[in-house]
């Protein structure tokens, strides 16, 4: 959803861009990933996928799996560094963009299982009208309607104002007020409740929410009902270190002709806002879904409220037919229904899918985006030869 904002003015700034000498131990992480068997019989497929990708110019490539029967099986396949040809490691730290939505609508379902909160409750209950006047919708606008994007609630991304802005300064860090302010006086896309339609700015506010109930960042919540009791180790919010230590090169594929830049530092507009800003890599976000659709987070009531899928009244052909529920969609592919999130952050992607019927979860982070980058890792023929090689069995 972020992609808006690559346009040529993006030309300038890339002829600017160094890339820094670091040696082997900068990247160094504690593989903490005892729990996986790079040497399964079903990592092989998985590994050849990897290797694919990188063969076809994605930089370096994290992959992780769990079933029942074979628990985890993780690879790392590619560079973390081009400039420094460092090879990636499994348990290296990425950006993993817009999954941060699901931990947030697993952090709200668990607000309102203490108590704290009705996600049938108007947004106007929890936030002052300071923090919502003048964005259409807001006043009358449920904390669900926000959580399945049928807010109707105009995304800030999209306003030309906050991509020049973005543009003219890839590295400014933005505060939620600021990004809050390209969304107003703009109109919504529909009346509440009548559509569904992704808008970001519905969870700069949910954010918000969190704050307002728990009386710290939103990030800290996170920590104590989800980071810390599923031990997810490498998990953090860019707030806390925007470019921590460690963290993988990103790679921006500028002209379409897979001629990558260093893209690092120009993620700063979602530091601070419960819309993207999370730092993960793919096995803690394997840990995460797999124990959230197991029932280890929430209550099976809460999940199947998470579950209560709006259908958009047109879909895009070029994707998988997709219906919104709290946080998380669901997406029919060739193997059946699959519950997803992707992220987008520039230089970066992410993406975790669980499989019902399968009871497994594939989960997989790049450090490169745009161009011709994501037919390689994000389109929906890329995601039907992940599929395949997990799902299917290895000749």
Known sequence: MKKAILVLAFLHLACTEHDEVFQQEYYHCKNTLS????NHQKALPVKRITEEMVSKGVPGVMMSVHTEIDGYYSTAYGKNDLSNQIDIQACNLTRVGSTVKTFTAVTLLKLQEEGKLDLDDLLSKYLPQSIWENIENAKEVSLRQLLNHSSGIYNYIQDVRFQ????NDLIKVWTPEELLDYARNNNA???TGTDVAYSNTNYILLGMVIESLEGKPFYKVFEDK????LELEMTQFAASDPVPVGIVRGYIDLYGKLELTNATYYSGWDYFSADGGLISNAHDLNIFLTNLFHGNI???????EMMDWQSPKEQNNEDYVTQYGLGIFLIDTDYGP????????????ASMVYFP???TTISWAVNANYGKIDDITQSRNAMNKIFKAVLEEPQ
């Open 164 to 167: 020049t802005a973005s543009l």
């Open 226 to 229: 989800i980071f810390k009791p």
């Open 357 to 359: 019927n399968q009871k």
């Open 298 to 304: 929430l209550s099976n009531a809460s999940l199947q």
């Open 189 to 191: 896309n529909f009346e």
């Open 35 to 38: 729990t996986n068997n790079p």
């Open 338 to 349: 699959a519950y997803l999130h992707s992220g987008d952050a520039i230089g970066y992607f």
